[in-house]
């Protein structure tokens, strides 16, 4: 029977909370999956149970970290699509079924991902947040185009994680970035929209929950160097949305002085200032600068202000 779909769950230490995301997985009301775990380097290392003949392990002897662990079960996945679950994360039961069904029956240029309701779950399953984000066709630059379509906050990262993606497509695009160690799903989502259209439903896939486990997002350096990486490598694309790209560079800047490392914090977010003065930015910046310099950072906010901002009335 041909393999319909591929869900790649990577992990690293973390044995209990990968049972019930396996479990999960397995409990999808379409049959022909393969679920792919890919144990990172895990000690000691995973070993599964009652093993459904769907499921297979591959074990990197080290850890690689999460992009570059996904990817080497995005190139094991021999399903038409693929979707990547975390460890501590779980599947709803009609998730592929239903993403399935939307890229069925879309009338958005192909190829097609799709896109599912992804709630976070406190640790004692209390409904925390529900994120849904629109459609969006193929060419586009996905939450740069939708912010300015919808306005501020309409687009949710967390609902990254209940993408399912064409297999060959996402293996032809590098799959995800291995440098990047935080913020990965934004460099993914331009990447994939700019070759694939994305379809979005209102319908529960992935629920996320917020335990008191560690998180690579808890990293402020690792965020910090992702945002900047990620800048980087969108930087033309991103001066065409001088707003989004304030707020790339400021929210950097913030990471980096959260991670004690004031000249990068300083650095960026003078950048986010000067790309988009508002107070948003130049709140960033002088939290950034009176940090261990007060005095002159009132001094250097105010200067920066009044040569950026222009007075009412000229």
């Known amino acids: 029977m041909p393999v319909v779909v591929s ?21 999808q009301t379409v049959r022909d999956i393969e679920v792919i775990v890919v144990d990172d380097g895990s000690d000691p290392p995973v070993a599964l149970a009652g ?6 392990l591959i074990r990197n002897a080290q850890s690689v970290g999460v992009c570059a662990a996904r990817n080497v079960g995005l190139e094991a996945a021999v399903g038409d699509y693929v979707t990547f679950l975390d460890d501590d994360d779980e599947l709803a039961p009609l998730m592929v079924a239903e993403n399935l069904n939307v890229i069925q ?32 066709p193929k060419g586009r630059p996905y939450h740069l185009a939708l912010a300015d379509d919808l306005g501020s906050g309409a687009v949710s990262t967390a609902a990254y994680n209940a993408l ?11 799959g995800f970035d ?7 799903h934004d460099d ?31 990293d402020h350096l690792d965020v910090a160097r992702a945002i900047e990486a990620t800048w980087i490598k ?4 991103l001066r065409g949305y001088p ?38 930015t130049a709140e960033r910046f002088a939290a950034a600068v009176l940090g261990p310099h007060l005095s002159r950072g009132l001094a250097a906010v105010r200067r920066l202000w009044r040569d950026r901002v222009p007075r009412r009335g000229t």
């Not at 409904?127 to 629109?134: G, I």
């Not at 291995?178 to 990965?184: D, I, T, Y």
């Not at 209102?202 to 560690?214: A, I, N, Q, W």
Request: net charge positive; charged share 25%; hydrophobic share 35%.
């Open 51 to 56: 093993r459904d003949s769907r499921v297979r």
């Open 7 to 27: 869900i790649v769950i990577p992990t690293h230490d973390r044995p209990a909370l990968l049972r019930r995301a396996i479990i999960s997985a397995l409990n």
């Open 243 to 280: 707003q989004k790209e304030a707020k790339y560079l400021s929210t950097a800047g913030t990471a980096y002085l959260q991670a004690g490392k004031w000249g990068d914090a300083v650095r960026m977010t003078s950048r986010g200032l000067r790309t988009r003065p508002n107070r948003h």
């Open 164 to 174: 399912l993606m064409p297999t060959q497509l996402l293996k032809e695009i590098g």
């Open 178 to 184: 291995p440098n990047l160690r935080s913020w990965e």
């Open 105 to 136: 029956g879309s009338r958005l240029p192909a190829p097609i991902a799709a896109m599912g309701a992804v709630e976070v779950r406190d640790p004692n399953d209390q409904l925390v947040s529900r994120h849904v984000n629109p459609p969006s």
């Open 234 to 237: 969108h930087r033309r694309l």
């Open 188 to 218: 993914l989502i331009l990447r994939l929209n700019a070759v694939c259209s994305i379809e979005s439903l209102d319908d529960l896939s992935v629920v996320k929950h917020d335990h008191r486990g560690v998180r690579r997002h808890q």
